[in-house]
């Protein structure tokens, strides 16, 4: 066997993966050019198939990019703002339009390379298709199948929260089967195809979350709004508010919508949590009639922190307000815990004390 340099192996691996740069003029003509070509048959149907998963998918994106991306006209601006916006987006996204888009990119980049260096795009096509097919011939054991659950479970940077949490469901099944708690309901069979068929998808980028019943625009803000989340962008401010919304709306709705790998991780499984966008869907697909103003308790406590560390509020105000939060600091003594500060939720500590102690006079 001939060796290859880990050099020599890196610069093929990055060659069969995205060898040119396809939102330039010429590739972007290249790809109409294809999607063009009906004579092509099947080949024209897969490169049209694919092209759709790009731009479907970076249109319902525009929301969590926020970029405009879902307003641009006409079918070839679509197409290259959808390749501009892949090659930009860092690669640990782990949003389901992004891996489905980048996924197509990948393809459809191969295509374009063949094809220009006088290739057939329906050889090309057969190729993926004999490719395809043979990545779904899953000949791993059912102990092998149970370990890579396991690894994927604990995988929140590539795998979705609903992902994961179904998988876990799965090897629960199989745990409950091989102990024998299912009795006549047990199905060895039919639980080993399922997580076969649930790892083998995951591993091609898939989520299983169901949406089945959602309308697409209510999926897609889901889906955008547990992204939003995760991106590396988001301050961590307008993070800690998401998170306590949905915290806030999931015990006013009692719905599940942080999911953990709890059956296989149990007590620890909350470190890879997160949170569920199937659920969260549900939610928005039938809201609750009546929620619970967000922490109305710091509506008063978060304006006078306000006022207290805005630049324009005078000297005078902001003097006369610190002086009376001093006053109660004071009054409150040992009731109170802490250094003073004039965040919202030590003046709403403040406030809540002096009217305990005001309705007890």
């Known amino acids: 066997m001939t060796k290859t340099s880990k050099k020599t192996a890196g610069r093929k691996s990055a060659a069969a993966k995205s060898p040119i740069k396809l939102s330039t003029p010429a590739n972007v003509s290249r790809i109409i050019a294809l999607l063009s070509d009906g004579s092509t048959g099947e080949a024209h149907d897969r490169i049209e198939e694919w ?101 994927m479970i604990r995988d929140y940077d590539n795998f979705d929260a609903d992902t994961r949490a179904l998988i876990d469901l799965s090897l629960q099944n199989i745990r409950d089967t091989q102990a024998g708690r299912l009795g006549e309901y047990a199905d060895p069979e039919g639980d080993e195809r399922k997580l076969r068929e649930q790892i083998t998808r995951a591993e091609r980028g898939e989520s299983l979350a169901d949406f089945s019943r959602m309308k697409p625009e209510t999926a897609e803000a889901a889906r955008a709004f547990v992204a939003l989340m995760s991106h590396d962008g988001l301050p961590d401010y307008c993070r800690d508010s998401m998170t306590e919304m949905l915290s806030q709306l999931q015990s006013a709705t009692g719905a599940g919508l942080w999911q953990t790998p709890h059956y296989t991780l149990g007590d620890s499984a909350d470190e890879v949590g997160d949170w569920s966008a199937a659920t969260l869907a549900g939610v928005f697909h039938n809201p609750p009639r009546d929620l619970p103003a967000l922490k109305p308790e710091l509506d008063l406590a978060g304006m006078i922190a306000a006022v207290l560390t805005h630049p324009d509020t005078p000297g005078y105000v902001a003097e006369g307000l610190n002086q009376g939060l001093t006053d109660l600091f004071n009054y409150a003594g040992g009731e109170t815990q802490g250094h003073f500060t004039t965040s919202p939720e030590y003046v709403a500590g403040l406030l809540a004390y002096c009217g305990k102690e005001g309705g007890e006079e």
């Open 51 to 151: 092209a759709d998963e790009i731009t479907n998918g970076f249109a319902a994106l525009g929301l969590w990019l926020g970029n405009g991306a879902a307003e641009v006209k006409g079918y070839r601006p679509r197409l290259a703002r959808a390749l501009r916006l892949i090659e930009a987006t860092p690669k640990r996204s782990r949003n389901v339009n992004v891996l489905f888009a980048r996924r197509a990119y990948d393809w459809i980049a191969e295509a374009v390379a063949r094809t220009s260096a006088g290739g057939s795009l329906t050889d090309y096509v057969a190729e993926w298709e004999a490719r395809k097919a043979e990545s779904e011939t899953d000949k791993r054991t059912l102990p092998q199948l149970i370990k890579r659950g396991e690894e």
